[in-house]
């Protein structure tokens, strides 16, 4: 069951990297602003913290750690 995790967590990883690096973060794209940051910014900033949330997740999930004794 922890492997089925794992996949889809690497999956979603990999789909988050790859939409935020082709879609949001267009170059250039300063609009819409949050708290008078600029868009590339913010939108940054929340990526990060999901990717931060999603590893953080992984390390407690990975399906191929050897047991202590």
């Known amino acids: 069951m922890k492997i089925t995790y794992w996949k ?3 999956w979603s990883v990999v789909i988050i990297a790859f939409i935020s690096y082709l879609f949001i973060f267009k170059l250039g794209q300063t ?3 949050l708290l008078s940051l600029p868009f590339i910014f ?3 900033i929340v990526m990060t913290t999901v990717l931060v949330i999603l590893t953080f ?3 407690r999930i990975f399906p191929y750690k050897e ?3």
Do not use: F, Q, Y
């Open 42 to 44: 913010w939108s940054g």
């Open 31 to 33: 609009e819409p602003s």
């Open 8 to 10: 889809i967590l690497v």
């Open 57 to 59: 997740i992984g390390a």
């Open 67 to 69: 047991d202590r004794p």
